[in-house]
């Protein structure tokens, strides 16, 4: 089976305020680029918005897929078993709070069961290529929807 790599990333001018967010896919030697805004949001669903837009556009289950983000937020949510302990208590976070983005965390549920992805953190603004890539992708949205 082959991997499909999907680097991410989400920007915020203010938080809360405009958001951009990007994916890089890699599969292969092929690339594809997407990118969307949103006038109103966090920087954090900016990051979750990112993966899930980037699994959305995959054509087939059937690869290996690695998400690759510099969001601690999103990889610790997945890796460290935030997200299956937050549907286990309700939606509830350890101090019995809200989750918050519980809207984008049921997609990422959903997305997660159907391709099963990797998770893996990059330190962001560093020497990533393709996380810098996101970055500039996503601020770009900010900024074009600013004009």
């Not at 690759?68 to 309700?90: P, Q």
């Not at 350890?94 to 992805?117: F, H, M, R, T």
Request: with cysteine; aromatic share 10%; glycine share 8%.
């Amino acid at each position: 089976m082959q991997t499909v790599k999907i680097y991410t990333d989400g920007a915020c001018s203010g938080n809360p305020g405009a958001g951009g967010w990007a994916s890089v896919l890699i599969f292969g030697d092929k690339k594809k680029e997407i990118s969307g805004f949103d006038p109103n949001t966090t920087n954090n669903r900016m990051e979750i918005m990112a993966a899930i837009q980037g699994m959305l556009a995959l054509k087939s289950s059937a690869y290996n897929v690695e998400i690759i983000s510099d969001s601690s937020y999103l990889v610790n949510a997945i890796n460290k078993g935030w997200l299956e302990n937050w549907k286990k208590n309700n939606w509830k976070t350890s101090n019995k709070e809200e989750v918050k983005n519980q809207d984008l965390w049921a997609q990422i549920d959903e997305l997660n069961a159907k391709y099963k992805p990797k998770y893996t953190w990059v330190k962001g603004h560093a020497s990533n290529e393709y996380n810098n890539r996101c970055d500039e992708l996503a601020v770009g949205q900010i900024k074009s929807h600013r004009q």
